[in-house]
């Protein structure tokens, strides 16, 4: 093994980090104790034994793992080593970063730590995740990823960011309250009522048996508060920044360039207002588990509610030169498509191509050509009749799939043809 | 087949390559497979039944028509299918054309594959045959060849792997 020059000693990951991992464990688990612990219950002694040695032992193994985990830059590559009994060396080459997070849980800034979360391209990718090193350090750390990712030398000073959005907390909350999320929950509420009217025991039934429901509901608005609270997006030397959170926040870099497609979804009940929410699509394998990680929503809300306006200044940054005239498809198409048909369209130049589509909210897609994977033609028994085909763009992102549907199907062959040569051109340079 | 490609995909319909004939062989053999399969479970449970003596004989030679017209009208469905795989190497790209019920052709750039797999199950080794099977950064560009003899798969890997190579572009 060759030792590249540059190799930086080995850092610790900071000493309270099983402290913090546990802790949402025992916060849990306090919360739960706290019922039978209360004085006049008749708590057997052994009970409380058992507890405190489970709680050792959470504390003892956090500790152990926290011994045996240790990294370092090796040249282009993030290198993790940590198991005790099974050694596990992970290398992360950092040219595939595809997005950089600082995530800090309440606990972890309540002691001003912070963790790193990389998030990688490729097929058999996974997550980085060094949790947790001081907030500070945890800065300085991104910074040089992202330079060594962008092969540049880290910079010493910060360049002035350029300050593009930031979201009014009014707005948010009034977001989240008029969303169809918030309808299900007023039926749920409306039913409940209804069947509290007419029989009050079959009320309380479904009251003690729905509370997994209600825990789920209040999560997921608390996320979505979370996640869009004091939202500010930023264009820095190296990438574009997202900083958002109430309790716990999220600082998310995506270096430039590395944003698959673009959506912006207008749901119906923000018509009136003419609210739209904006999402940028990366590469990588949807990863699940982890501690609220925000990356558990498949995509990264670049502006969770904003007016048009601000979306298409966001656009403009993202994606330069996405402005494209659409044409819709041929009338015939109405017979395939019957909710959908009036969204229906799409257009390009040589750089993006936009396809609208949606039933209920209307749903924009943007692709950049350099990103597209793959192109399929797709003709079904039904569009086969009416002379119709469907043009899939496959990108490698996780959740936009932009398909141009139901056009007519000679024009779909050509523009297959036209596609194809224009991302080949968009590829090379 | 409607998927005649358009004038910026056009080429001679001869250039086209198709799977080897011995897929549709193949495809047969588990068609009658799974026909016979069925017919012995008819047969052994109309045999049970005969034996605690409730003899009816309508309601297998019903099963057993059904099978058979089934395996028929299975074999000729899969038969279409076989006959409309067929892809073509251009200069940048691949095309992959496949499907009767629901026609696809897909493009897939050479500079795009990040790996290829030669795929071979125990009934397709028996016949000679192997899959290769194209992956992109994109799950959903799902491009496959099935029944290429040996040699036609290990030319296209080792093609495929080249020009990828060659081409490669970053995500």
Known sequence: VVERAEVAPWHRLHPLSPVIRAGRVFIGAVIVFAGTLTPGSNESRSGVVTRIVIGVLVIGFGAISWLVTRWRIEGNDLRIETGLIRRNSLRFPLAQIQ?????????????????????????????????????????????????????????????????????????????????????????????FGTAALLSPKAAIAILSSSGAIAIGMVTFFWRRLNGGYHLTVAEAHDGLRLRSGLLDTTAETIPSGRVQAVRMVEPLLWRPFGWCRLEVDVAGRQHRGGENSPERQQLRDVLPVGTHEEAQRLLDRILPGAAVARTRPPARARWKAPLRYHYLSWGHNERCAVTTTGRVARVTSWVPLTKVQSL???????????????????????????????????EARAQLGELTTLSRAARRT | VATDPEPALTQPAEAWLHPSPRLGTMRRV??????????????????????????????????????????????????????????????????????????????????????????????????????????????????????LPHEEAARLRDLLARLGEARAAGL
């Open chain 1, 99 to 191: 997005a950089i997070d600082v995530v800090r849980p309440v606990l972890a800034r309540v002691f001003g730590l912070a963790e790193l979360r990389l998030r990688m391209g490729g097929a058999t990718a996974g997550h980085a995740r060094l949790a947790y090193l001081n907030a500070g350090e945890a800065d300085a750390v991104r910074a040089q990823l992202l330079a060594l990712s962008q092969g540049t030398a880290p910079r010493a000073d910060q360049p002035p960011e350029n300050l593009l959005l930031s979201l009014p907390t009014g707005r948010l909350v009034a977001s989240i309250v008029i969303g169809s999320p918030m309808v299900t929950f007023l039926v749920l509420v409306a039913g």
């Open chain 2, 30 to 147: 588990e068609i009658v497979a799974a026909s016979v399969v069925a017919a012995i479970a008819v047969l052994g449970v109309a045999g049970l039944a005969a034996l605690a003596g409730a003899a009816n004989f309508t309601v297998p030679a019903l099963l057993l028509a059904v099978i058979a017209l089934a395996g028929f009208l299975g074999d000729r469905f899969a038969q279409r299918r076989v006959r409309a795989w067929a892809y073509l190497e251009r200069e940048d790209d691949l095309l992959v054309r496949r499907g009767v019920m629901i026609s696809r052709l897909s493009v897939i750039p050479y500079g795009r594959m990040q790996f290829i797999d030669v795929i071979a199950g125990p009934i397709e080794r028996a016949f000679g045959l192997a899959t290769v099977r194209m992956h992109t950064a994109a799950a959903s560009s799902d491009a496959r060849i099935p029944g």
């Open chain 1, 376 to 410: 399929r033609l797709v003709q079904g028994p039904v569009q086969r009749r009416l002379r119709l085909a469907t043009i899939y763009l496959d990108t490698a992102g996780r959740a936009v799939h932009a398909a141009i549907r139901d056009r007519d199907a000679a």
